[in-house]
């Protein structure tokens, strides 16, 4: 069946199945609203400390906040789709699960187009997001409340710097590299040389630990919250990706709410992210020092080879075809 038929029917089910969810909550209207949230990140990660610590408390009159990490609830990159049927509330999202739906959102998956997490923030808030963010709503029933800041990705190898430098692209030849399991992500890892494996979050530690894959690609505050660090030898400070999440919740849940109700989510969506967006950065500053303490090897390779290697890779590919015209263009005039 051709990808783009299977996708179509699969919009249409998920459209009447959120109208179907969103009855189904009028009848219980005098209980507090259910938001579950399924997450593959750990309860530690900054993105999970914010809403736990912000949004649930901000919310809590009129919502039962429950959060499920570790992917206990929906294995990583179901939770779209789970929303869409109303079978979730939440999820912390990407622009690579995305992109499964709508081809466009590849555009902030690419390599080296999001400079920093200022300007994440100001590509979520112009106009340029209106329509990416209505497609997600009308046809998929998920709303993108806020962008998160999960940071800038690096290379993560098992291999001693001695057993491998990786300088440039060609460095990473035929180096197995866990990419997350989408097509976007893939070709990120393509971009960057390696040869990418497709691999849940959740076996990440384990195929690590016994050689399954070479390595992996996170920044770091994941690569020590999920001790990736004692799996590996080594991290090529590449920065390839600048990357990003969105906290998601069902257009039918957010419809069946108040005026108010509305207002006080969107409040708590902004303060948990800015918490979290602040957490993670300075943790990012701090953890280089951390990771060599624990006997890691962390570089600079060749950065301007890696961006031109892997901008050169996207412009040439399928995905940039599918961006809106004139939209890398306003992505790049939002940034320094
Ligand atoms: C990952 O699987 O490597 C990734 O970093 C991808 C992100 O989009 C996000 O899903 C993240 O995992 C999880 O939140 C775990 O940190």
């Known amino acids: 069946m051709p990808k783009n038929f299977a996708r179509r029917t699969f919009l249409a089910t998920a459209a009447a199945a959120a109208v179907t969810a969103s009855f189904g909550t009028a009848s219980i209207a005098q209980d507090k609203i259910q938001l579950r949230l399924s997450a593959p990140s750990s309860e530690t990660d900054q993105r999970a400390v914010a809403l736990i610590e912000k949004f649930g408390p901000a919310v809590s009159e009129f919502a039962n906040f429950e959060p499920h990490w570790n992917a206990t609830l929906f294995a990583q990159g179901t ?19 995305l992109a499964v739906f709508f081809p466009e959102f590849s ?18 808030n112009d106009p340029l997001m209106d329509p990416f963010k209505k497609k997600a709503e009308d046809e998929l029933g998920v ?3 806020s962008v998160m800041y999960l940071g800038r990705r690096q290379v993560n190898l098992r291999q001693s710097k001695e057993e491998l430098t ?9 180096v197995n590299l866990r990419m997350p399991g989408t097509d976007a992500w893939q070709f990120l890892g393509k971009a960057l040389g390696a040869s990418p494996t497709p691999m849940a979050f959740t076996e990440v530690y384990t195929a690590l630990q016994s050689g399954a894959v070479d390595g992996q690609d996170n920044p770091l505050p994941t690569v020590v919250d999920a001790k990736f660090y004692e799996v590996t030898k080594q991290i090529v400070l590449t920065s390839h990706l600048v990357d990003l999440n969105y906290l998601a919740i069902s257009k039918a849940t957010w419809d069946g709410m108040t005026a108010e109700q509305q207002a006080a989510v969107q409040a708590a969506a902004d303060d948990a992210s800015e918490f979290g967006r602040q957490n993670q950065l300075q ?11 624990q006997g890691m090897d962390v570089y600079e390779p060749d950065v301007a080879a890696f961006r031109n290697h892997v ?13 809106p015209e004139g939209a890398l263009e306003k992505i790049n005039a939002l940034g320094n």
């Not at 939770?79 to 699960?97: C, D, H, V």
């Not at 943790?283 to 303490?293: G, I, M, Q």
Request: without cysteine.
């Open 143 to 145: 709303k993108l409340l």
């Open 311 to 323: 901008q050169q890779m996207y412009l040439e590919s399928e995905y940039a075809a599918s961006w």
């Open 166 to 174: 990786v300088m440039t692209p060609a460095d990473l030849a035929g």
């Open 107 to 124: 555009i902030f998956t690419a390599g080296y187009v999001h400079q920093d997490a200022a300007h994440q923030v100001a590509v979520f």
């Open 283 to 293: 943790k990012e500053a701090d953890l280089v020092s951390f990771l060599e303490a």
């Open 79 to 97: 939770e779209l789709e789970a929303i869409a049927r109303g079978n979730l509330e939440m999820s912390i999202t990407s622009a690579q699960e």
